[in-house]
């Protein structure tokens, strides 16, 4: 549950940010594929909602609309769930139905490039894992990351579906630099050893002398268009990227723009990592844990630069890392235990007759603030002391976590009520 809240993607710098347009929805749009690539929705398993088919896709969004809301829900802010949700048939033509004129500036096609992206990400992330250990012949995750690599290259044979997400054609180069940054996290060319492009405030110096790394992983990585961009006019790139603008409130500025980008990768392999792990009850201090937690840290870092990213942003991050370090601790470790073994509780007086077992959100956050101090006793009583250090901050953490899935769900049950609503009225 926790990844499926925090698998947002992050628009880079105030600038390129959802939060000041509430009728775009086209950050909505990126983070709704990359959802459905990512594969940690079991609904999504039963409809293909990324089909090169136009029918195909039009038909798995129609029949498969509460699934679809169930990821727009938790991928997309609430204005762009609003805008979706109460015109979602329109919504599904706007994706699946191509444009008589084929122009490739329609939104149609801006918005099924994200296809491509979000194909391409998890691609990566699905190479970066299994190429950890020594896959087998016929091994069933190569055999699908090789399905995923035919269904990229169809992507790919429409010059329109792909091309707008990555072709800047107003100097703007930020696809090109998701793109390096997201190589250069990678480590798939080895100059980048030499140079940390990860600095927090980048340097002419770094810029300077790592150029040709630089030129040449975005010869390799970006569209013609950008590279030519970058390389007839470095100089001018170098300016924006590494001086401060004299006004540093101006967070529309370019400067702040290009350098959030870097902190993406971040963001894609905290998600990517957290998704390994939220199904396992790890160990305290387990590695990977560890890992996570230090990332987290560094994630962190990146996004708290002047005007890198929105303070509501950098809060969901803050609280996901929150929630991270309570998963490594005596707290979360008990909280297992008894989920686990399910000892009788009857004879604590402070449950009043209540279930503590109860599955319910409202009930669990009840256990988490007026019933506080009896969950904190029955805690201390099976796994002692050392599971109740911490314990007001980590209560309060569990409740907030509890109030963000209680609104999702509500969310969702409103949408759903109103498309019942509009059923019943046809079939009258």
């Not at 801006?110 to 992330?125: I, M, V, Y």
């Not at 169809?154 to 180069?173: E, I, K, R, W």
Request: charged residues 25%.
């Amino acid at each position: 549950m926790i990844f499926l809240l925090f698998s947002i993607s992050f628009s880079y710098g105030n600038a390129a940010s959802i939060f000041q347009t509430e009728a775009n929805i086209t950050t909505c749009i990126e983070n709704f594929y990359a959802a459905v690539y990512s594969e940690n929705y079991n609904c999504t398993s039963q409809y293909d909602f990324a089909s090169n088919n136009e029918t195909v896709a039009q038909k798995s969004l129609i029949s498969g609309k509460s699934c679809a809301l169930e990821i727009l829900g938790e991928t997309c802010t609430q204005s762009q769930f609003t805008e979706i949700s109460s015109k979602f048939e329109n919504f599904v033509k706007s994706l699946t139905t191509e444009p008589k004129d084929k122009n490739c500036t329609d939104s149609y096609y801006r918005s099924n490039a994200f296809k491509c992206l979000g194909l391409l990400t998890s691609l990566r992330g699905k190479m970066k894992l299994i190429f950890q250990t020594q896959p087998k012949i016929n091994d069933s995750r190569l055999l699908n990351l090789i399905d995923q690599c035919e269904s990229f290259k169809v992507a790919l044979l429409n010059q329109c579906n792909c091309a707008p997400a990555n072709t800047s054609t107003n100097g703007d180069v930020a696809p090109c630099l998701k793109e390096f940054y997201q190589a250069a996290y990678d480590g798939i060319y080895n100059c980048t050893k030499e140079f940390d492009f990860f600095v927090e405030n980048s340097t002419s110096e770094i810029f300077k002398s790592g150029k040709s790394c630089f030129l040449q992983i975005a010869e390799e990585e970006c569209s013609v268009s950008q590279y030519n961009l970058l390389s007839t006019r470095y100089q001018d790139f170098l300016d924006v990227i590494t001086k401060k603008p004299k006004n540093e409130s101006d967070c529309e500025n370019f400067h702040f723009k290009y350098n959030a980008i870097k902190c993406q990768p971040l963001m894609d392999d905290l998600g990517l990592k957290d998704a390994v792990l939220q199904k396992r009850h790890t160990k305290i201090n387990d590695s990977r844990v560890l890992e996570l937690i230090d990332l987290c840290d560094n994630a962190l870092t990146c996004m708290s630069s002047n005007c890198y990213y929105f303070k509501t942003e950098v809060s969901i991050v803050s609280t996901f890392c929150e929630t991270v370090k309570m998963s490594n601790s005596e707290f979360k470790a008990c909280e297992w235990k008894i989920e686990r073994e399910s000892p009788d509780l009857s004879e604590y007086e402070c449950l009043e007759g209540d279930d503590f077992y109860d599955p319910a959100i409202l009930n669990k956050y009840r256990f988490y603030t007026k019933m506080k101090d009896c969950t904190k006793e029955i805690m201390m009583d099976i796994c002692g002391e050392k599971a109740v250090v911490g314990f007001e901050k980590y209560a309060e953490l569990s409740a907030d976590f509890l109030i963000k899935a209680a609104k999702m769900q509500r969310a969702m049950s409103e949408v759903m009520d109103e498309d019942g609503s509009e059923n019943d009225e046809e079939d009258d």
